[in-house]
């Protein structure tokens, strides 16, 4: 039987007290649902798909919603141009949106309207290629917005001179994407107001960032990003 938020049970009875001869499952469900509230009440639930196809994700986005579930996090990665999908899919205390597709200028429209006019507050900037072209996709929340920069589509030299600037008013970054488009890359971040310590890498090798981890691990550092 379907549960909440996505979940599925399979049950195998072997209780009198919840059997009933003339084939009636209310005793049943009655208990599967008992025992489902009491294992999850006040546990925040999450849903994780991997490798969807964007209209996947757009199917599985309207399928979830409808159980009062909202994308939380995005992660694009193409094969051959076509871009596909991991996700993951929770409760929400505040109206959160995920849209995703936008190209530059659309991606700019969006978050003039929804951060910069309505107030909402950015959560993820993510950037993918498909067909050979960059897209944006952002979640958003009806959160009490902090200060914010944001910023998408830089080349290296743009962004590490929004970086700098960024760093010097106190703003720390929160999230940092990056496509790689006829071996040049550009990035997509935000940034928040927070008087926090950070360190921030990229462009590293496996081992390369396998050694920052552990030394920055030593230091009382911990991954927000990747």
């Known amino acids: 039987m379907f549960l909440p938020y996505g979940w599925v049970c399979s049950a195998v009875i072997n209780s009198d007290s919840l059997s009933d001869p003339n084939g009636n499952s209310g005793l049943t469900t009655d208990a599967i649902m008992e025992g ?5 009440r006040d546990v925040p639930m999450t849903i994780s798909r991997e490798a969807m196809t964007v209209l996947g994700f757009l199917a599985t986005s309207s399928e979830l919603r409808a159980r009062h579930m909202e994308v ?3 992660d694009f990665h193409d094969i051959s141009g076509t871009p596909y999908v991991n996700a993951v899919f929770g409760a929400a205390s505040q109206p959160i ?6 190209n530059h200028a659309e991606y700019q429209s969006f978050l003039t309207e929804w951060v910069e006019e309505k107030g909402f507050a950015i959560r993820q900037v993510e950037s993918y290629l498909e067909g050979g072209k960059i897209r944006y996709a952002a979640i958003i929340t009806e959160d009490d917005r902090p200060e914010q920069r ?3 589509g830089h080349t290296t030299d743009m962004h590490e001179a929004e970086f700098l ?5 106190g703003l720390v970054p929160m999230n940092v994407s990056v496509v790689s488009l006829n071996g040049s ?4 971040a935000f940034y928040e107001k927070k008087a926090v310590k950070f360190q921030m ?5 496996a081992e390369a960032y396998q050694s920052a981890f552990d030394s920055f ?3 009382g550092y911990h991954v927000v990003s990747l």
């Open 97 to 102: 949106a995920g849209q995703i597709g936008f």
């Open 165 to 169: 600037s960024a760093r010097n008013d």
């Open 36 to 40: 489902f509230y009491d294992a999850t």
């Open 217 to 219: 691990a030593a230091e």
């Open 185 to 188: 890359r550009f990035y997509t």
């Open 150 to 152: 944001a910023y998408h």
């Open 72 to 74: 939380l996090w995005l």
């Open 201 to 205: 890498r990229t462009q590293l090798t």
